[in-house]
């Protein structure tokens, strides 16, 4: 079946260093791909999406590209900031059933010291 | 333009209870998912409702249900409630009105069954 796998957490960075968390998929057909984000006692927030090959999603200065040949979106960020710190989770629609049935991965959390 | 409205925030029930949870979409949106989040298991969708059907299905057991109102609001229920029932609840709804569809999700309910 569908599903998506990211890195395990958790990521722990400075400030103003380089992020990247790995997101690879398994999909029949042409998914959409996403990733939202979870602050601490809140629900999920969209931050980028793309929803064919070669799309590129960004969003407040995170970027993720959808490689099908790799199967992979994988999330980067140039600078952190402490703001960012939350939990990360890549995710797809599958292309066969309602856009509404979204398939998580794990998740990772990722805590920027100052 | 209000979010997604999920009552109440925390429960607290004792096992073999029932609970009933409330969640009112985005003014416009049809579609209404739920899902299920743990720590062990992470982020699984539940069901789906659009216009007052249920149009996909997670795999969880019959003590799970749900249902959509006319207004397009949502309940889900869980009987016979168990310890591992305790999680975090989230809503979310969808315009679903052609692909791509973009998921906004609420605050989410925690559960604690004791």
């Known amino acids: 079946g569908d599903s998506v796998t990211q890195m395990e957490g958790p990521v722990t960075l400075s400030e103003e260093a380089f992020l990247t968390i790995n997101c690879t998929y398994t999909a029949t057909g042409y998914p959409s791909l996403f990733w939202y984000v979870q602050y601490p006692g809140e629900g999920l927030q969209l931050l980028l999406k793309?929803?064919?090959?070669?799309d590129k999603g960004s969003n407040k200065g995170f970027e993720a590209t959808y490689r099908k040949e790799t199967t992979s979106f994988h999330l980067e960020k140039g600078s952190v900031q402490v703001s960012d710190s939350a939990v990360y989770f890549c995710?797809?629609?599958?292309?066969?059933?309602?856009?509404?049935?979204?398939?998580f991965g794990s998740g990772t959390r990722l805590s920027i010291r100052p | 333009k209000a979010g997604v409205t999920q009552t109440p925030r925390y429960l607290i029930k004792t096992r073999g209870q029932q609970v009933t949870l409330s969640c009112s979409p985005i003014s416009g949106h049809r579609s209404v998912s739920w899902y299920q989040q743990t720590p062990g298991q992470g982020l699984q969708f539940l069901f789906e409702?659009?216009?007052?059907?249920?149009?996909n299905k997670g795999n969880f057991p019959g003590r799970f249900s749900g249902r959509q109102f006319s207004n397009s609001r949502s309940e889900m229920n869980v009987s016979t409630l168990e310890l591992g029932d305790s999680a975090l609840y989230l809503c979310?709804?969808?315009?679903?009105?052609?692909?791509?569809?973009?998921?906004?999700f609420g605050q989410g309910t925690r559960l604690t069954v004791v």
């Open positions: 793309a929803t064919k090959a070669d």
């Open positions: 995710a797809l629609t599958p292309g066969y059933s309602s856009a509404s049935k979204i398939i």
């Open positions: 409702y659009f216009s007052e059907t249920q149009r």
């Open positions: 979310a709804s969808s315009l679903d009105e052609g692909r791509p569809t973009e998921a906004f």
